[in-house]
């Protein structure tokens, strides 16, 4: 979405963001560098501050030196230190020691908020961004209020990070203690999958191409594949995941926020609210998994043991720090997915995600139904169904595999992949998803964001699923880091005559695709 008129607006007015928890690792790979790239671009005028809150006691001069730091290590821009420009950003950063759960704290924080709009021209208008623990948003909001914080003259906005409970029952709870404060318009949740170009480009090319959105529906899809495979393993977040798992980490935000986005219908204008409406209906149409054995069916879980990766042995989920020695916890899950509404009955989308596996890619395949029997298919030489291939990331771009003449054969058919590959025109210098979201708050444009009802209908979804797992564990498989996951991911495909798509045209070895890229288009 683009909201024009509100971009001059965060420049003219201006805005105060207080980022809670600005001594963690959000704040530094993601936060800070978002707000340098924003500023060099121009988005934000001089009219901005940033107030760095947490409990540790830091310096200006310490919190200046974190800033730069991080900026230094994971911005896309080059900054430098002894720079015009750089003291110019930097004087827009100050730091506050807050305890979370002292109204006195936030009094003086309102202090602070006022000399700062006072200092750079801000009109009033305020950002809260909680890279806290969620257990922590109900007493902030509740302090902001009280602290006074709420009452400036412009707006003021709430923004929070995953995960937003952990099941529907402490969602709700969490859901009710922040709309004690917020209204559900202020507030933005953060799901980064959606800040990703790629998944933004999904309706784009769907609803702005002629020769897709006549197709898109279960006369001639025949299923629809989404990958979302990790190399990394828990790293320093064992305590976190053990508790949490694939399906609630990954598939109840990233992964259900991309079925939506790829079965929605089209909305009836480009409005946040009426685009969020659309994701809405799909959520409700998803068929709920109701017995046991449905959930065995429908449903794999892996966990990765000891393992062969890139050239190095890794030890399996239940060695890594933090980790129960006898975790049941899945580090991989696949499922097939239904959208019972007359769109998509009776097309399958399949969706995985895990730990360990052997790349880092997220991908959407569409796989279409195979063209009725024809004279090409006296032939039989490689025929294969064509697919539309969304390639999010790492490379981004999207691809269409067609079947065609093999060139001086005589009429042998094979199949060849029109490639745009978006990345190599415009280089990997796109804008972060994290950039993309804060500036999307700071605009007033909640598109990308996740509003309750999806939040709530997505984990009503999941928590089937969680609850027939906690009974028992017999179905956890396990599978080698390094490897494409557990053997029952290929068999709830194959049983409905389906296999997974190569990702990145690797998995399959030596790639049979044939790729035209032309240098320029
Ligand atoms: C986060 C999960 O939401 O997404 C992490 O908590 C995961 O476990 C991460 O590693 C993946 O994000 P990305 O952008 O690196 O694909």
């Not at 790829?262 to 809405?280: H, N, Q």
């Not at 019972?340 to 890619?361: C, Q, S």
């Not at 569409?366 to 697919?387: C, G, R, S, W």
């Not at 005559?497 to 790729?515: D, L």
Request: charged residues 25%; contains cysteine; glycine residues 8%.
């Amino acid at each position: 979405m683009m909201l024009e008129t509100n971009q001059e607006a965060v420049k003219q007015s201006g805005v105060v963001f207080f980022i809670f928890g600005a001594t963690g690792d959000l704040a530094r790979r993601k936060l800070f560098p978002a707000l340098y790239s924003l500023y060099r671009e121009g988005k934000l005028s001089e009219k901005f501050a940033v107030v760095g809150l947490a409990r540790r006691e830091r310096s200006p001069e310490q919190f200046h030196e974190d800033v730069y730091r991080s900026i230094q290590e994971f911005a896309r821009y080059k900054v430098s230190e002894d720079t015009e420009e750089w003291r110019r950003f930097v004087q827009h950063f100050v730091y506050l020691s807050l305890d979370i759960n002292r109204v006195e704290d936030f009094k003086q924080l309102q202090g602070t908020a006022n000399q700062l709009e006072k200092k750079f021209g801000i009109a009033g208008n305020r950002l809260f961004y909680l890279a806290l623990a969620p257990d922590l948003f109900g007493s902030v909001a509740h302090n902001l209020k009280a602290g006074g914080l709420l009452e400036c003259e412009g707006w003021h906005r709430l923004v929070i990070e995953k995960p937003f409970g952990f099941d529907l029952p402490s969602a709700e709870k969490l859901n009710k203690e922040i709309r004690g404060v917020f209204e559900e318009h202020e507030i933005y949740r953060i799901d980064h999958y959606l800040g990703k170009e790629m998944v933004q480009n999904i309706d784009v090319i769907r609803f702005a191409n002629a020769f897709f959105e006549p197709l898109w529906n279960n006369k001639y899809i025949a299923n629809i594949q989404i990958t979302l495979s990790e190399t990394v393993g828990v790293e320093e977040r064992g305590g976190y995941y053990d508790h949490s798992g694939a399906l609630r980490d990954m598939g109840q935000n990233h992964m259900l926020q991309m079925v939506t986005m790829m079965a929605m219908e089209p909305p009836s204008r480009l409005l946040p609210e009426d685009i969020r409406d659309e994701k809405v209906k799909v959520l409700r149409s998803l068929r709920p998994f109701t017995t046991r054995e449905e959930i065995r069916q429908h449903v794999v879980r892996g966990q990765y043991t000891e393992g062969m990766h890139n050239g190095k042995l890794v030890q399996g989920y239940r060695e890594e720090d933090k980790v129960h020695p006898a975790s049941v916890t899945e580090t991989y899950f696949a499922a097939k997915v239904y959208v019972d509404n007359f769109r998509w009955a009776g097309v399958p989308f399949y969706i995985r995600t895990g730990k360990r596996l052997p790349l880092k890619t997220t991908e959407v395949v569409v796989e279409f139904k195979n063209m009725p029997d024809n004279i090409y298919h006296a032939h039989k030489t490689n025929l294969q169904p064509n697919l539309l291939v969304f390639r999010v990331q790492p490379m981004e771009g999207i691809y269409i595999k067609i079947n065609a003449k093999n060139p001086g054969s005589e009429g042998a058919i094979i199949p060849v992949a029109m490639d745009f590959c978006q990345s190599c025109q415009v280089g990997l210098n796109t804008p972060e998803a994290y950039e993309r979201l804060l500036y999307d708050a700071a605009r007033g444009d909640s598109t990308y964001f996740t509003r309750w009802d999806e939040v709530a209908l997505a984990w009503k979804f999941v928590d089937r699923i969680a609850a027939a797992w906690s009974e028992d564990d017999r179905d956890l498989e396990t599978y080698a880091a390094g490897s494409w996951g557990p053997k029952g991911a290929e068999e709830l495909l194959a049983r409905d005559g389906f296999s997974w798509w190569p990702v990145n045209g690797q998995e399959a070895g030596e790639s049979v695709w044939v790729t035209n890229r032309p240098d320029k288009l």
